[in-house]
């Protein structure tokens, strides 16, 4: 069962999941342009920005998240997206063991984990300060679909800066991120009824052959096999083992 709402960290979202028993690995992730913080039966690890679909081998049985707006993480973990992307990490490669071990026993003792994870990003956050308001400027301009190089004009960058500023804020360069967020958009869409060749128009691909070759590459899917699992998963509807309606291949 997986369930989501959103966090107090401005732009981020807490979510849990709790396999079926019995426990089976997980079904692949859908690149999002996000990066998580993740408690995973106990352990702490973060999950880079990924530019194909994930599948874990590992079988978890309960998952606490934070999935932070595309472009914070690096300035809450104090690493650049580009060192995590398509890359699962333990949080104590990045911060220690130490550090990471403490963390892991306050969440561990918390009668609310997710909560307690939470509460953490919260006051790290206010430690390193807000959102780069020129992120989210990017991150919304390319969300609506505007070109990569309207946007380097429109927030006065260079198309070289931008690229550079996107490696770091996340993970990839600013093309690859608009091709992902295009995805999600188009995967909203399919989630909601939408027929593939109205749902590939109004996402902005060229037509219904683009979207589904960009679902295959990023997704490992077809436009057509999403909509109908995401159909099986409305609310409703028997969830299958191992999905989830969010970010993950029906």
Do not use: K
């Amino acid at each position: 069962m997986y369930e989501e709402r959103p966090a107090l960290l401005d732009g981020a979202v807490l979510w849990t999941r709790t396999a079926p028993a019995p426990v089976v690995p997980d079904a692949p992730v859908v690149p999002d342009g996000c990066m998580d913080l993740i408690r995973a039966d106990g352990r702490l690890l973060v999950a880079g920005a990924d530019t194909r679909a994930h599948r874990s081998t590992e079988a978890v049985a309960r998952y606490e998240g934070l999935r932070f707006a595309p472009g914070d993480a690096p300035r809450l973990l104090g690493v650049p997206a580009r060192e995590l992307r398509d890359r699962r990490v333990d949080l104590a490669d990045l911060w220690g063991a130490a550090t990471a071990r403490r963390l892991a026993e306050r969440i561990d003792e918390a009668p609310d984990p997710a909560a307690a994870l939470e509460a953490y990003a919260l006051r790290r956050a206010a430690r390193t300060g807000p959102a780069d308001p020129l992120l989210r400027a990017v991150t919304a301009r390319l969300r609506a679909g505007r070109p990569v190089g309207e946007t380097a004009d429109a927030l006065g960058l260079g198309a070289r800066r931008l690229h550079r500023l996107a490696l770091d804020a996340y993970g990839y360069g600013p093309l690859t991120l608009t091709r992902v967020l295009r995805l999600q958009r188009a995967l909203g869409l399919l989630r909601a009824g939408v027929p593939p060749a109205r749902a590939a128009a109004r996402a902005g691909y060229t037509d219904q052959a683009h979207l589904t070759r960009d679902t295959r590459a990023l997704a490992g899917t077809t436009p057509g096999a999403y909509a109908r699992t995401a159909a099986d998963q409305a609310p409703g509807a028997p969830e299958p083992p191992g999905t989830s309606a969010n970010s993950e291949i029906p």
